[in-house]
Structure formats: C-alpha cells, structure tokens
C-alpha cells in the first residue's frame, strides 16, 4: 500500500515535470516563431523602400545634378542590400546607410523648389516618409520580440530547454554609431 503510494506519487512528480517541460518548450517555440514573424515585417517594410527607390531616384534625378553621387550612392546601397545571401550584419549595416543617404535626398529636395511642388516627388515623398515610419515601427516590434526571447532563453528553469533545443540568443536592432549623435538644429536651418 506505501509502496503504492510512493508510486503514485513518484508518477505524478514525473508527469508535472514532462508539462512543465512541454510548457517551457512550447513557449520557447511561440517567442521564436514571434521573431520570425518581426523579422518578416522588417522584411515587407525593406521590399516597400527598394521599391520606392528607384522612383524617388528617377523623379529627382533630372533636378538634382549636384547631388549626383548622393543619388547615385543610393543605386549602390539598395544594389548591396538586396544581394541575396548577404549577412544580416552585413544587411543591417547597408539599410542604415541607405536611411542616412535617404535623408539626405530629403533635405536636399528642400533646396530645389521645382522639387517641392512637384505631385510625383511629393507622394514619393510621403510614401518614403510612411514607410519609414512603418519599418521603424516593425524594427521596435523585431526588438521587443528578440529582447523577450533572449530573457527567456537565459532565465532558469527554460534555459535548461533552451540550451538543449540549441537556441542562442539574436542580435538587437541596432542603430549605427553615426545616428546617434544629436543632430546640429543651426545645421537644419542652414543654406
């Protein structure tokens, strides 16, 4: 009767382990998949720009003949950042790039005035200036998700699970050193 008991016990001990096992395992699987489905939007969100950029190229290129090789560093940046096989390192660092020289475009427009009442510029515009926005949006979801992820996969008990799933944590999104230097508000209203 005691050794039934003992039994019973020792099952039920060995039952609540296996959920809780499956549990951890399950939630580590949902976290992950989580990142997956960020990293797909970021993705979405850089298909929109370099589809936006060839036009924004063309439509300012005729007005804008002293910012050639800034438009033209632009044609470059999207050429490596659509390379297939190319890093995510590699990748995160031409996408930072491509918005810095975006930029750029965007400020020298202002000093081109057939530039800024021009219909096709100005929807490029705001369709460049919305997808951004969008691609900053889905860049913080891509974080929040790697950041919850990466927490779980570190604390005890689930990182006993994680280590033996072979999950390593991902990389942040991470802006370049140079963007992060406060912008000059005298520079801005310059020229």
């Known amino acids: 009767m005691i050794l039934l008991g003992v039994l019973s016990g020792v099952l039920g001990l060995a039952i609540l382990v296996v959920l809780l ?6 939630h580590l699987v949902r976290l992950k998949n989580q ?32 910012e050639r090789e800034l438009i033209q560093k632009v044609t470059e940046l999207r050429t490596t950042a659509l390379k297939p096989n190319l890093p995510a390192s590699e990748r995160m660092r031409a996408e930072g790039e491509i918005s ?14 057939q530039l800024k009442s021009d219909g096709t510029v100005l929807r490029l515009q705001a369709s460049l200036n919305e997808t951004e926005e969008q691609l ?9 998700a790697v950041t919850e992820f990466n927490t779980a996969i570190q604390v005890f008990p689930s990182s006993l699970v994680a280590s033996k799933l072979g999950y390593r944590t991902h990389p942040l999104f991470e802006i370049a050193e140079a963007e992060r230097a406060v912008p000059s508000i005298g520079a801005l209203f310059a020229g």
Request: no cysteine; proline share 3%.
């Open 136 to 144: 900053s949006a889905a860049r913080r979801f891509y974080n929040s």
């Open 21 to 26: 096992l499956i549990g951890l395992r399950n």
């Open 35 to 66: 990142i997956a489905n960020a990293s797909g939007s970021i993705e979405v969100m850089l298909k929109k720009r370099h589809d936006l950029l060839p036009n924004l190229v063309s439509a300012v290129q005729a007005f804008m003949s002293h």
């Open 100 to 113: 810095r020289a975006l930029s750029g475009i965007l400020v020298a427009v202002e000093n081109y005035p």
